[in-house]
T-cell receptor, first 116, second 114 residues
Framework: GAGVSQSPSNKVTEKGKDVELRCDPI?????LYWYRQSLGQGLEFLIY????????KSGLPSDRFSAERTGGSVSTLTIQRTQQEDSAVYLC??????????????FGAGSRLTVL | GQNIDQPTEMTATEGAIVQINCTYQ??????LFWYQQHAGEAPTFLSY????GLEEKGRFSSFLSRSKGYSYLLLKELQMKDSASYLC???????????????FGTGTQLKVEL
């Protein structure tokens, strides 16, 4: 697609439920990142995919969080047994080699998760 | 560790010039990005600096001093639409294997007033 697409744009769930957030990156982008943005906080790195493998999962806050990527394209971030502190905007980004040598991340608009 | 500091909020007048500063202390450094984020929208790329000096791009310019761990974003001829959050982000050395895993500051919320 023309940009990074994320769904749902908004999700309200009850504490203890599982949620899945989807990211559809720019076609042909091999690298994909998940970040979390909480109110008043900077973007917090969660996980990075190169193709279908995840060389860096260091930002996942607990074992309730997992992510996968299939076919080198769509990625799903799953949060099990959601807690109120999981409420945040979850941003996905994919990676393009810039003309200036910069490797520019292109972000989606995010999925806003609210855990009641 | 990584530490990136930028002011939380700034206010400026339409037509004026504003400078948003960013200081960083990181365990590794390759380059520095600036992104703009309007409320409820995706962060969008503004600039990238890897060498010391000023990069100019229309109304926006970005400066980097690697020795001082300092960058700024300069916005000229401010327009109301420039009201947004401006995010400073550091990229790691290429050989760390983290791809382009950016570390972000908390962002500076700029309000442009008439």
């Amino acid at each position: 697609g023309a940009g990074v697409s994320q769904s749902p744009s908004n999700k309200v769930t009850e504490k203890g439920k599982d949620v899945e957030l989807r990211c559809d990156p720019i076609s042909g982008h091999t690298a994909l990142y998940w970040y979390r943005q909480s109110l008043g906080q900077g973007l917090e790195f969660l996980i990075y995919f190169q193709g279908n493998s995840a060389p860096d999962k260091s930002g996942l806050p607990s074992d309730r969080f997992s992510a996968e990527r299939t076919g080198g394209s769509v990625s799903t971030l799953t949060i099990q047994r959601t807690q109120q502190e999981d409420s945040a905007v979850y941003l996905c980004a994919s990676y393009v080699q810039g003309g200036s040598g910069a490797n520019v991340l292109t972000f989606g608009a995010g999925s806003r998760l609210t855990v009641l | 560790g990584q530490n990136i500091d930028q002011p939380t909020e700034m206010t400026a007048t339409e037509g004026a010039i504003v400078q948003i500063n960013c200081t960083y202390q990181t365990s590794g450094f390759n380059g520095l990005f600036w992104y703009q984020q309007h409320a409820g929208e995706a962060p969008t790329f503004l600039s990238y600096n890897v060498l010391d000096g000023l990069e100019e791009k229309g109304r926006f310019s970005s400066f980097l001093s690697r020795s001082k761990g300092y960058s700024y974003l300069l916005l000229k001829e401010l327009q109301m639409k420039d009201s947004a959050s401006y995010l400073c982000a550091v990229s790691p050395p290429i050989l760390t294997g983290g791809g382009n895993k950016l570390t972000f500051g908390t962002g500076t919320q700029l309000k442009v007033e008439l």
